[in-house]
């Protein structure tokens, strides 16, 4: 190599390599805070596009009309990160939302009892889930697709379709009260998410999901139960999915079969915005209440820009098929 | 006649440049042998060649014509092409619909299966490979799968082959007729890059050799003019005193694990001992039933019958986790597969063992864990910026390290090693077996199971040798050689 050549050559390299430096930490903040940015940019376009947006009371309402999606979000993205899926949990909102409704005027149980009983069955429900993708190892689509149509089924059968309200007064108070000026179903949420971040960062079962999602093969060979993983992350979900239902049946006031209809795929966007991976192993709490803050964000903006119900969906399912675009790019680059 | 150069090729990552002006000739129908520790930049100039990767200067110059990148496409067209370790195979298709996937031989719209098959049994009869071009991929074993992954290339009109640690996989039968067709292909005027780890068929194969570090050709060479020292020393840029660290003689009598009649998982009535301080090694073809073994011992498939008595207790271990328990650890085959985890940091790979044994109510001490991994990276001396590194960023002697030391944290009393050096550079293997040699010297036992007939023989006190799922064979040390290890291995 001539010896000249070497000065020029070094400046060079400190050059670029300043520049990849550079260009890696940008690429880097933007995966990292990319759904963050994206949230700050549809506040600021509503702000500036609807006077009523940025009014605190406007912002506690979006919050409150997120809580039960983020409520249920926690146990979806167990689920994800498991490298699974739940499409019951919008059915089990629903059956949750129909049994409570009917052991309180029906069988004229207390609330207490009837949201109890209620979770255990949601928790029943998801730990059934697990059960059978665990032993049957069926692939989690199809045995949760299945859940969804047996629970909508049987929330039908015990309401005969029809609605199912009159409830005591102290009931409301989950779904409708507030502590301060913030709606009890917001701090809900909040205690859920909390939670949900606490089990992730600090259990060491929360770990064990990153593990069984990452590499199922190589948790087992580390001496992890994965069977018991899967039970547990399942048996949340619908435990969570229980919550939702509750605080929703608490808001409404009246038992619906719909009350949950399509909730799975709501959340199922959000948590992927937020970069939760759909094929396992990563992703963070924190991101996934971000990307249920963008999808409330751009509801109720879209709503007081008076945009018509359909065009929302037209944007909504556009809004997923980026993120999950975004998502497999990303692993797409890796390999 | 030059037919690949690659002219002053550097390629720059964020960080690190992985290669610093490459300058390498390839002359038309030799063997070039490129060798390198993990990390030199061997897979990155591969890559150059194939137009995965595209370099930030210099000329890659083909056959006459000059080029400052490639495309994948481009460089198939001029006749370069790779064999991968991991296959380019369609499981569910036969020999022959893969190697004309994508160029199927048709009459009108419909594939013509039976003059495909015709037509790969003409390449095989070149090339003088025994496989019926009607079998389906997935019925093969990795060796042949090899072949028809060469044989597809040939079949391609490649000119320059490019093997990326071709025999790793293979067993010593399987890498015979890898040679033999390696040969083959020379003798028809295919020229071959071989990238290998073994030293051995390096010098066996290759006319030159090319010996990569740190991102840059440290030499060419003529094999002849060269040996094996030289090329380690040039290759780890330090001199390597040898390649089996000595230890002290540390076998007692106690024994540790006793086998009785195992049976299960494709083997049957194993009956064996290990004592304290031991590595007993296992033997055997691939497919001889060495991993099968082991997965019983640790607990990944069930047995049908036989005891196993670890420590004067009886053990039943139904999971991997019952295992650990017991005090057993198993490194195993699959590094990527079943070893790490890629997306987690190094710390928590270390700790995914022990994590309920270091928990409080359910919450990781994650002071105890820092500890635990700081100790564990720094006794095995884990190349990494932190411990917060994702294991996917290590290269392949650092992730194997992370994985024993995942299982010295747990404590073990007995280690099962399968195949704990393959695909690991000459300096990381040196350091894996000092470290097999600390475990036995502090009384633990090692059950070895290697392909790696030096290994093998490099590192145990005594051999069992298995074929077809039974034991046919023990040797003490003094017996130890590659022919009476073949010999009980391969006899029918």
């Given at each position: 190599?001539p ?9 060079t ?27 700050l ?7 500036f ?9 406007n ?15 926690v ?11 739940d ?9 949750v ?9 029906n ?16 928790a ?9 993708i665990a ?20 929330a ?70 994965v ?21 929703i ?29 759909v ?8 991101n ?6 963008v ?17 929302q ?5 556009a ?6 675009a975004?998502?497999?790019l ?6 | ?30 063997v ?7 990390g ?30 490639l ?11 790779v064999?991968?370790?991991e296959?380019?195979?369609?499981d ?11 160029r ?30 009607n ?9 042949y ?16 082959l ?22 083959k ?17 390096v ?6 050799i ?29 001199e ?7 230890r ?14 195992l ?5 049957h ?19 001889a ?40 650890a ?34 990781v001490n ?8 700081e ?10 910026p ?8 290590l ?46 010297e ?31 064979g023990e040797l003490?040390?003094?017996e130890?050689?590659?022919e009476?290890i ?7």
């Open positions: 190599m010896r000249r050549a070497e000065g020029t050559r070094k400046e390299v400190k050059y670029s390599t300043l520049r990849n430096t550079l260009g890696s930490v940008a690429a880097s903040i933007g995966k990292q805070y990319g759904i963050h940015i994206v949230l940019t549809l506040v600021l376009f509503f702000s596009a609807s006077e009523d947006f940025f009014a605190s009371s912002l506690l309402n979006v919050a409150r009309q997120v809580s039960m999606m983020g409520i249920a979000a146990g979806f993205s167990f689920v994800l990160l498991l490298g699974g899926i499409l019951s949990i919008g059915s089990l909102v629903s059956l939302n129909i049994v409570t409704a009917w052991l309180m005027v069988a004229g149980w207390s609330p207490v009892p009837a949201v109890i009983l209620a979770l255990v069955l949601s029943a429900v998801g730990f059934s889930n697990g059960w059978i032993n049957l190892q069926m692939p989690p689509i199809i045995v949760t697709l299945a859940m969804m149509i047996i629970i909508e089924g049987v039908y059968l015990i309401c005969r379709g029809l609605p199912i309200f009159g409830f005591p007064k102290s009931f409301s108070v989950i779904g409708q009260g507030y502590v301060g000026p913030v709606p009890i179903p917001v701090i809900i949420m909040a205690v859920i998410m909390g939670l949900g971040m606490f089990i992730l960062k600090n259990t060491y079962f929360g770990r064990y999901f990153y593990a069984v999602g990452g590499n199922e093969e190589a948790a087992e060979l580390s001496g992890i139960d069977k018991r993983v899967k039970y547990l992350v399942y048996t949340l979900s619908g435990f969570f999915a229980g919550i939702a239902g509750i605080v049946l608490s808001r409404t006031n009246s038992g619906q079969v719909l009350s949950g209809k399509g909730l799975e795929f709501d959340v199922l966007t959000a948590c992927v915005l937020g970069g939760v991976s094929s396992g192993g990563v992703g963070k709490i924190s996934v209440l971000a990307g249920i803050l999808l409330g964000v751009l509801s109720n903006g879209l709503v007081l820009l008076d945009v018509s119900q359909f065009v969906m037209v944007i909504k399912g809004v997923l098929l980026a993120a999950v975004l998502d497999c990303q692993h797409r680059k890796k390999t | 006649m030059l037919l690949l150069q690659l002219k002053n090729i550097t390629k720059r990552y964020p960080g690190v440049v992985a290669l610093k002006g490459v300058n390498l000739d390839v002359v038309k129908g030799e070039h042998a490129l060798v390198g520790e993990n030199a930049g061997k897979s990155t100039l591969i890559k150059v060649c194939t137009g995965a990767v595209v370099p930030n200067e210099g000329q890659i110059v083909i056959q006459g014509r000059e080029f400052s990148c495309t994948p496409k481009l460089s198939a067209q001029m006749g370069i092409a064999i991968y370790q296959f380019n195979l369609v569910g298709l036969s020999v022959a619909e893969n190697i004309f996937l994508g199927a031989i048709r009459k009108g719209i419909v594939i013509d299966r039976k003059a495909m098959a015709k037509e790969a049994a003409r390449i095989f009869r070149q090339l003088d490979i025994d496989i019926d071009p079998e389906l991929v997935a019925n093969l074993t990795v060796g799968q090899q072949l028809v992954e060469i044989a597809k290339a040939v079949s391609q009109n490649a000119q320059i490019i093997m990326d640690e071709p025999s790793a996989p293979l067993t010593q039968v399987e890498a015979e007729s890898l040679y033999a067709m390696i040969e292909l020379k003798a028809s005027g295919v020229t071959i890059v071989y990238i290998s780890h073994r030293m051995k068929e010098f066996r194969l290759s006319d030159r090319t010996v990569m570090r740190d991102g840059q050709i440290i030499e060419t060479m003529n094999t002849a003019d060269t040996n094996l020292d030289n090329l380690v020393k040039l290759m780890v840029g330090r390597l005193t040898e390649t089996y660290p000595p002290k003689p540390c076998v007692s009598d106690d024994v540790l694990l006793e086998v009785q009649n049976s299960g998982n494709g083997v009535d194993i009956n064996l001992q290990i004592r304290k301080g031991e590595v007993l090694g296992l033997a055997g073809l691939m497919g039933g060495r991993t099968q073994l082991a997965e019983l011992l640790f607990g990944v498939k069930p047995k049908t019958k036989g005891r196993v008595v670890l420590n004067g207790n009886e053990i039943h271990p139904r999971l991997p986790k019952e295992a650990i328990e017991c005090g057993i198993l490194v195993p085959e699959d590094r990527k597969r079943q070893g790490v985890l890629l997306e987690l940091d190094v710390k928590g790979n270390i700790s995914m063992a022990i994590l309920e044994r270091i928990s409080r109510f359910l919450t994650k002071k105890e864990e820092q500890r635990i991994a100790y564990h990276r720094e006794s095995l001396r884990i190349k990494t932190t411990l917060e590194q994702k294991v996917k960023n290269s392949g002697g650092n992730q194997q390290k992370v994985i024993i030391a995942k299982w010295l944290a747990s404590e073990p009393t007995l280690v099962i090693f399968d195949e704990p050096t393959r695909g690991i550079d000459v300096g990381a293997k040196s350091e894996i077996y000092t470290l097999l040699n600390r475990l036995v502090s009384g633990k036992a090692v059950l070895m199971i290697s392909s790696e007939m030096e290994e093998v023989m490099g590192m145990s006190d005594r051999i069992l040798v298995l074929r077809d799922g039974r034991i046919v003490e040390r003094k130890f050689s590659q009476a073949m010999g009980l291995a391969s006899q029918s």
